[in-house]
């Protein structure tokens, strides 16, 4: 982590100076060398002693990291592996900042900014949130706050994500190249903007590119849960002209797919292909193992951090951040030509 002596190397100036800006004795220091202080700082993510920050400026030392409640699907919060990942990755870097990590589910922007102030948070990441809360918990509640993976289109918001829709799109030609015509896609709805939607935009592109379309009947959906997947593969295998591959928003939801194709008599890939999306363990712990899109959680969960560190250190004259990390494919078991006999 940078120090208060990188600081004032990288800005020229004495570390006299650069506690003076940041501890809001401002008088004392022109301008220009207040707004060349707080860049560093902002570039290098330095956050001051937590101890002497907090005497100084009365703060907590307290971050949330807020995330989605139950679901319509009636799914608990961190069921998702993603998300459990997610937590635990930030938890640490938190902790390494030498501050405390307060988890919070969010079942309405009215309660979440109530808890917020009552536990006097200095800062906040918000995992899975919906486009039009953005702008209400921003009014709700003034702090630095960091969204992940927001595909609003708000310059104001610092957003940390991923390429959603490149990830669909190969996804989309792989199955293609594999030789499939009729290829389908299995997730969460996606009528709002969000990674689901983003990935299956980059899916329907791609089979745009190649002369085919995504029909209706062969997009099914289903909440990212082992169990409700196993459900959806019935469905799949119940539309009219069947698919023979089919592109899931999420390896957790691959891997039901898996299980409810096989159990059903459809092996893998033999008779069905199947790509998922994030590259978890479950996806190397199946049979075959399951081809899939790798994004890095744990550095999308770091990236979280630096850029909320570095918004607590430029309080409240915060500037917005947002970085997009790559996603790659990951060739495994579980994608192969279609069937030259199927099974009806």
Known sequence: MP?????????????????????????????????????????????PNATARS????????????????????????????DSLFLGEVEAHVT???????????????????????WNVDGAIFLGTRADEVAALHRAYEAPMVF???????????????????????????????????????GPAFDEPG????????????????????????????????????????????????????????DIIAAGLLKGFVRAGFPVPDQMSIIGFDDLEVARHVTPEITTLRQDIPGKARAAVEVLLAQLAQWPTVRSERRVLGVTLVERGSVG????????
């Open 96 to 118: 390494q900042a030498g501050l405390y990590l307060m988890a919070h589910s969010v079942n309405s922007v009215e309660s979440t900014a109530n808890s917020l102030r009552s």
């Open 148 to 186: 992940i993976d927001n595909h609003g289109t708000s310059p104001q918001i610092s957003n940390v994500g991923i390429e959603d829709r490149l990830g669909g799109s190969l996804a989309g030609r792989r199955l293609v190249e594999a030789g499939h015509r009729r290829i389908g896609f299995v």
């Open 337 to 344: 030509p279609p069937p030259a006999i199927p099974i009806n």
């Open 55 to 82: 005497l100084s400026a009365r703060r907590s030392n307290l971050v949330a990291l807020a995330f989605p409640g139950r679901d319509a699907g009636g799914i608990e919060p961190l069921m998702n592996p993603h």
């Open 195 to 250: 990674v689901v939607r983003e990935r299956h935009a980059g899916f329907v592109q791609a089979l745009a590119e190649a002369g085919l379309e995504l029909r209706p009947e062969h997009v099914v959906r289903c909440n990212a849960s082992f169990d409700a997947a196993v459900d959806a593969a019935r469905q799949v295998l119940a539309a009219p002209d069947r698919p023979t591959a089919v592109f899931a928003t999420a």
């Open 3 to 47: 120090t208060l002596q990188d600081v004032a190397r990288e800005a020229g100036v004495s570390k006299m100076t650069v506690s003076n800006v940041l501890n809001g004795h401002r008088d004392r220091v022109s301008p220009a060398t207040i707004a060349r202080v707080m860049e560093v700082v902002g570039r290098l993510g330095y956050v």
